[in-house]
């Protein structure tokens, strides 16, 4: 029911401008508004079309649209609604007359005395005698009463009295919040008294609309955060389409420059054939012009001997025998050799390699990554720093440069000719193969290979609040590409780092605690151990990171190892029993390996654990300076000692090679060392001479590089190298 409102004058006002009605109407709650004033308020309800209906601008009481209206829009619903007649006489709104109202008291008791007041608590109206007897009872004698001409019609109409569904004689006047139910005073005392949220009307009215005002609040911030999201989404979407173009025209400004680049070795290919051929062409045709000369000559020589068979004087045959033997000689002098008219044979030996290239591999690579706001803002503050330089961005230039660095190999030509046409004429002809001249052979020098510092990557990344400290280390080959993925233990973060088209690039994924180790789970995913979350996450790498999944688990766990794609090895921490346990990939424990007090110690605390090569699990302790070798089952391989291990105050990095080589972090004395048969000999692998600055993750990949972690926010990579030998 509304608060009663107190009639102050005896004048008609409109509840919206406070004037005096205009074209006046009425809702069914007796209130009156000028029909603009209800018109504007109809307009601006954002819901009375979804509702068919408003809200009265007085009371809030709900009133639906007029049934003649029909499927008319809400502008027009105003024009529907009953108009009220005002007379300019001020009615006499003391007066009871016009709405006359009998003792609530009195006609229960079957007499029909007009009443004066109106309780407010009661809600019931009562005679002066009445009034004066409910005053005076203890229960009521706080119950507020006015002038009954002082309350409204609506407000003192019943309709809004609700009645008790168990009681029909007893008004409700509790709220049960969990039966959901409007009860009496009686109902709250018997059948409610179990209930934890029992409150009066009032109290669970204000709690309500607290309530409602927070979720209001909840909705129009969400609300306001859509719209900022939908703004944003344009200007995504055009960023989108932008990168689009771009991408397609790189593709197709390469594509057309690789077939000029084709086009053009061809016609240079084609042209030094064709000069091949003619010239061979050339000498052919001279030698056939010779081949008629000296058929010509022979011919004549014949003729000249047949005349002096055939002369019938000796005296005249001895006088020309000279002369024709000197024709003679001469004809045969000038022989011309059958290898002279066999032509070079000539062929083409395409370049396979690069047929194959082509059909089993792409073009290039089409990176996509989502990147991060400030990432892209980098990105487009770059590209508008290119955009406005005066020299223009060629892709091609920058891909030839690499593919000068790789010294790629270019497409050979080879003609092939017989032995017997190597000769040539003295007429300046090509000899076709040009001899190439063998190179002068350099003293022979004693090489060594070493290890050498390669590379060094920076693990600090844009968004980072803290300097990066890279604990666990991990290389992967996805899609052709190498790539680096590290933990950082300060900023709560994974991050992958890799090179595409010559770029250096990286991705970020924050985490839900500090990541401490990270172990490869299959070709392009790894697991994730997290401090004091009973939880591992895997994730995908391709080459940039996302979520796949988050393992739960029963107990904290520090270290890992892959057993197989189903399967983990996972050191326990912050329990009161420390154990090695074998877990599925939904957490559960298929076994545990517990050191036993009675046999060798395992372990104390697992640090760091890897997986050899043969499957056995290499463990080293958090507190002791051990590593221990053991079978998946639990049965001791071999243990270190204080023999091998005497100067080794603790282990910061783990690593087993393929051919079972042990590689551990020294981070204390700057070193990396090796320990190899079974841990009976450690030597000393790099030291801080060759770089080495407080190591902690190590890996080492199939092309022989170690990565190191080091405390400097620094990945650096060794690379073997051959150097001169010392004499």
């Known amino acids: 029911m509304s608060t009663p409102a107190l009639v102050l004058e005896n004048q008609p006002v409109c509840n919206v401008c406070y004037k005096k009605p205009q074209d006046a109407i009425s809702l069914p709650c007796q209130h009156q508004f000028c029909r603009a004033c209800i018109k504007n308020h109809i307009v601006n309800s954002v819901e009375a079309q979804k509702f068919q209906g408003f809200g009265c601008p007085a009371c809030q009481e709900f009133v639906s649209k007029p049934i003649m209206a029909g499927s008319r829009p809400k502008e027009q619903w105003a024009e529907y609604l009953p108009t009220v007649t005002l007379s300019d006489n001020k009615p006499d709104l003391l007066s009871s007359e016009k709405d006359e109202l009998k003792c609530a008291a009195c006609k229960e008791a079957g007499l029909d005395n007009a009443a004066t007041l109106w309780c407010q608590q009661c809600n019931d109206s009562y005679c002066p005698d009445c009034s004066a007897s409910h005053r005076n009872f203890p229960a009521t004698r706080s119950h507020i009463q006015v002038p009954i001409a002082y309350i409204s019609p609506r407000d003192r109409s019943e309709e809004d009295l609700a009645t008790c569904s168990q009681h029909r004689d007893s008004r409700v006047e509790f709220y049960c919040a969990a039966c959901d139910l409007l009860i009496c005073p009686s109902c709250a005392f018997v059948n409610h008294r179990r ?37 944003d989404s344009t200007s995504r979407i055009r960023e989108l389409q932008i990168s689009r173009q771009r991408t397609e025209d790189n593709i197709k400004g390469f594509t057309d420059q690789l077939m000029d680049t084709i086009s053009a070795n061809r016609d240079n290919m084609l042209s030094n054939i064709s000069y091949s051929f003619n010239t061979e062409e050339t000498r052919l045709n001279q030698t056939k012009t010779k081949l008629r000369e000296h058929i010509v000559e022979l011919e004549g020589c014949e003729q000249g001997i047949e005349n002096l068979l055939n002369t019938n004087s000796e005296t005249k045959l001895l006088a020309n025998l000279s002369k024709t033997q000197r024709q003679y000689n001469a004809s045969f002098e000038k022989e011309i050799r059958p290898e002279e008219l066999v032509p070079f044979q ?32 980098t990105a487009r503050r770059d590209d508008k720093t290119e955009n406005n330089s005066d020299e223009p961005r060629d892709l091609m230039k920058h891909i030839k440069s690499k593919a000068k660095e790789k010294k790629t190999t270019k497409q050979k030509v080879k003609f092939k000719k017989s032995k017997r046409s190597k000769r040539r004429g003295s007429e300046g002809n090509p000899v076709l193969p040009v001899p190439i001249t063998p190179p002068l052979q350099e003293p022979k020098v004693d090489k060594i290979k070493v290890l050498q510092k390669h590379k060094t990557v920076s693990t600090d990344v844009l968004g980072d609040s803290l300097k990066s400290s890279p604990s666990s280390i991990i290389v992967l080959f996805v899609n052709g590409v190498m790539t680096t993925v590290v933990a950082d233990h300060n900023n709560y973060s994974l991050k992958s780092f890799y090179v595409n088209m010559g770029l250096d690039r990286q991705s970020k994924m924050s985490m839900d605690s500090k990541p401490c180790h990270v172990a490869k789970l299959a070709a392009h995913t790894v697991v994730v151990t997290m401090t004091r979350l009973k939880r591992i996450a895997v994730i995908k790498v391709s080459p940039g990171l996302s979520l796949i999944d988050r393992i739960r688990t029963s107990k904290y766990y520090n270290c890992i190892a892959a057993l197989a794609e189903d399967r983990l090895a996972v050191g326990t921490t912050l329990e009161s029993n420390l154990s090695i346990d074998i877990i599925d990939l939904q957490g559960e424990i298929l076994h545990s390996i517990c050191s036993d007090p009675d046999d060798k110690l395992l372990f104390s605390e697992p640090k760091f654990m890897i997986l050899s090569p043969s499957g056995n699990l290499l463990v080293s302790d958090r507190d002791i300076p ?11 391989v071999f243990k270190t000692g204080p023999k091998q291990t005497s100067d080794l105050e603790g282990t910061s990095g783990l690593f087993c090679s393929e051919d079972d080589q042990i590689y551990i972090s020294d981070k204390t004395n700057n070193r990396i060392l090796l320990m190899q048969d079974n841990g009976e000999t450690i030597t000393t692998f790099l030291t801080a001479e060759q770089g080495v600055e407080q190591p902690q993750g190590l890996f080492i990949d199939d092309l022989d590089q170690v990565y190191i972690c080091q405390a400097n926010s620094k990945i650096s990579i060794f690379k073997e190298v051959e150097i001169i030998a010392p004499k």
């Open 626 to 636: 051990y590593i221990s070798c053991f079978t998946q089952a639990g049965k001791l």
């Open 346 to 377: 000539m062929e083409f030996e395409p370049n396979t390699s690069l047929l194959d290239v082509l059909d089993s591999s792409q073009l290039g690579e089409a990176v996509l990554e989502r990147e991060t706001r400030e990432k892209q803002e």
């Open 195 to 231: 209930c934890e949220k029992v409150s009066t009307i009032k109290g669970a009215t204000d709690v309500a609309k607290g309530d409602l005002s927070t979720k209001i609040k909840r909705v129009r911030k969400k609300s306001s955060e859509c719209q900022a999201m939908l703004v």
